[in-house]
């Protein structure tokens, strides 16, 4: 029906011509419509002023404006529009309103309306009522409940042809793995979202674009997070979405945090707190403050921390926001050790761990800050009972966990407790003891993979001998503990265990990424580029330099923010400046329970093979031009009737499977892998497609036991991706050793295509001339850097230093 005659536009096309400047964040301009028709059609009846009310707290909802939301729906509807669109959009945004306002039983119950409403009269409707609720739900910290919501609002969506709402429930589905920690389905989430709203050109691609900046962040790959995080803030901005920014604001300041670069946190986190004050959004405004106050701590201002905590406090009071009381409890008990005021402190700290809504991460925490607070009170003996409950209580934790894949992350979040208890031990003279402890932190979880869970429960490093391990292996071991506050280095020979303090992480992890970065562009090791790999030498290895002088083969167990470094090309800075592949040959560990393990393997005199690759192109994982290459030069080293080839289309994962993988003795793919971080059992070899399978994970991998001499994942991402905090190797190789495989060796970075036939060739050559696999990679290595021929990119340390030995069992 028109409105005043033919002059007059329909109610629906004024509605939907402001609705679609909502949606796409021209919100200045919405408002302006809506001033302008509101007064123009005032006296047309109840269900245009209604509409603009609607219309109106649509803005307001944008602006996470709950307040005038509320108030602008305060009246009830007339009985004209009960059953209406607009009754379903006023519980809806009533239902918004509510949960800013963490106003939670209040929003269920509105969205609970909302959706008897749709459900009833309005079917249409009930995507966009389910993709709030499921929002809802996910504040709620219910994930389960709203993953299944977001489900169903995305089958009704593609039910209806709604590509908005298939956009929100795709973001919604990426965004609550994210926080359930299943980064690897979140990113396949994302990137199904970025394409939709790519192709719709939605503003809503900044929002996904976010998110893949905070998938990167569970990932702990800060370098990628951080300018999706700052492109996604930037976006929000200029859409005056403030809640958004803030949020992506929040979430750049702790990568920056987390990287210790503390001076771009807070100027971040500034911007972030002048924020949410003008939204007055308490939740935003306490995390701003408990942030700021945590960087004040760290750079040693305990007067501007106590500022921040006090105007938490303030809020806490009022009663406008306690979902971080027990955080700001824990940051008024660093102050007042601070400040030397220990009674004050204890008492904080004792409160937070009676308390029984504190989680238990904060209780860890906050016992161990209450060691370190007896410590400095010189009561050595009671700090030590208090850093050992407090590992007692986070291993018993640990081994309730239910879901397996949880196991291998639970020590990120725990680890510095191990790190405050091996400081101490150090600080104290008691530099074995601090080695013990550092070597439980590193072992459980891979011992977990290749023993009974009931044998590693009762794993103990307490009375592991060092010195014997490396006596049995013949090697030299370097073990590293790089710290926020001290960095430790263990070298272990048959005859002796050294100590040596090193430089605390903030020297060391910015060398190591900038070192890497410059990998690509490396020629040799008299290279400008080369500063960071001598510097690292000089971090590293130096100070061990004399306990070093005779050792030839060295296995280095890293700390996990050294994982993704190679040893073999730190640069000795000599007369001859030269990598250390020159002087020494190398491998890595995960822990020292495990080498002493595998100490007493023989090997096998039968040699099979079986050679995985070539695989099917796909549209994320395209051919690789040289696999082919590659395999025949890793054939041809075994008779045809030792070896079995998977290729092409047969190269599937349940050809895999049913290939009796554990009779053989050496395994090699030739294709891509990806490695999933905080699931590591989702790592997978690519392989063709069978039906909608092609992926090998981790997962089945675990479960088909090897007895394999080696194991060469030739791939992109093979190996590492990132360690884990205190439990070392993960991803792919991980899941091998674990499996049984004695040796893998993985990628730590991209496999250049054609560089990769030319190792493998001279390295399975070495390997059967008897060599063993350390001495035959190096081999392999050193072929391609001395090759003098300035047409020979190879030579380059991109080329070569890709792949690594990994021991195991």
Known sequence: MLLGGCQRPPLNAVYDRIEQKIQHGELDGAIADIERDSARFAAKGEDWAWSFRVLRAHVYIHNAEYKKTLAVLA??????????????????????????????????????????????????????????????????????ESEATSHRALLLSRQYRNNQQELLALGSLGATDILMERFDEAVEWNQAGLKLANSMHSPTAEVIIGNMGAGY????????????????????????????????????????????????????????????????????????????????????????????????????????????????????????????????????????????SATMPLKWEAQARLAKTLD????????????????????????????????????????????????????????????????????RTLMEGLTSREAASHLSAVGLRPQQVAQKIKQALLFYWIGRNKSHL???????????????????????????????????AEDAAATDGRQLYTLL??????????????????????????????????????????DVTLRTASSLALLAKGSTHRMVREKTLLLVGNTEPLEAFPALAKAQEEMQRVEHYFPEADRSVLEGKQATPQAFLHSDPGRFTYLHFVTHGTASVTRPLDSAVILSRDGDSYKLYARDIIHQPLSAELVTISACEGANGRAYSGEGLVGLSWA???????????????????????IMDTFYGEMSRGKDAATALRTAKLGLLENKDPEIVFRKPYYWAAFQLYAGS
């Not at 760290?298 to 009022?318: K, M, P, S, W």
């Not at 091998?736 to 030319?758: C, I, K, M, T, Y």
């Open 217 to 356: 962040f569970g990932l702990g790959d800060f370098e990628n997070a951080i300018p999706l995080f700052k492109e996604a803030a930037e976006d929000a901005r200029s859409r005056k979405l403030y809640d958004l920014e803030a949020h992506w604001l929040t979430d750049l300041a702790e990568c920056y945090y987390a990287e210790h670069q503390y001076a771009q946190a807070e100027q971040i986190l500034t911007q972030a707190l002048q924020v949410s004050r003008q939204l007055d959004e308490k939740t935003a405004l306490t995390e701003c403050l408990n942030d700021l106050a945590a960087v004040a701590l760290e750079t040693g201002r305990l007067d501007t921390a106590e500022q921040y905590n006090q105007e938490e406090v303030e809020i806490e009071r009022a009663g406008l926001d306690r979902s971080a009381i027990h955080t700001s409890q824990l940051i008024r008990a660093r102050i007042s050790a601070g400040k030397r005021d220990y009674r004050d402190a204890e008492a904080l700290l004792r409160g937070i761990l009676l308390s029984p």
């Open 541 to 582: 290895v130096a100070p061990a330099s004399k306990a070093l002088e005779k050792e030839t083969r060295i296995t280095v167990l890293p700390d996990p923010s050294l994982s993704s470094l190679n040893f073999e090309t730190l640069i000795v800075p000599r007369e001859r400046a030269h990598f250390w592949i020159e």
């Open 736 to 758: 091998f050793l674990r499996a049984g495989a004695h040796n893998v060796v993985g990628a730590l970075w991209e496999v250049n295509d054609s560089a990769a036939p030319q």
């Open 490 to 524: 263990w070298v272990i020979t048959p005859q002796r265990t050294s100590y040596f303090a090193l430089a605390k992480a903030e020297e060391i992890v910015p060398v190591v990424k900038s070192y890497r970065r410059a990998m690509r562009t490396l020629h040799d």
């Open 376 to 443: 400095d009170q010189g009561k050595p003996a009671l700090a030590e009972t208090q850093y050992q409950e407090a590992i007692r209580k986070i291993e018993s934790a640990r081994a309730d966990r239910a879901r397996e894949e949880l196991q291998f992350s639970f020590l990120t979040s725990s680890i510095e407790f191990y790190e405050d208890y091996v400081d101490f031990l150090v600080a104290h003279g008691r530099v074995e003891d601090a080695l013990q402890v550092a070597e439980l932190s590193r072992a």
């Open 75 to 144: 009246d009830p509807l007339p009985a004209s529009l009960l059953f209406s669109e607009l009754a379903v959009r006023k519980s809806t945004y009533e239902g918004y309103a509510h949960r800013y306002a963490q106003q939670y039983d209040d929003a269920e119950k509105s969205f609970a309306a909302a959706s008897s409403l749709a459900e009833q009269y309005h079917p249409e409707m009930l995507a966009e009522v389910l993709n709030s609720y499921a929002a809802l739900q996910s504040d709620e910290k219910k994930y389960p």
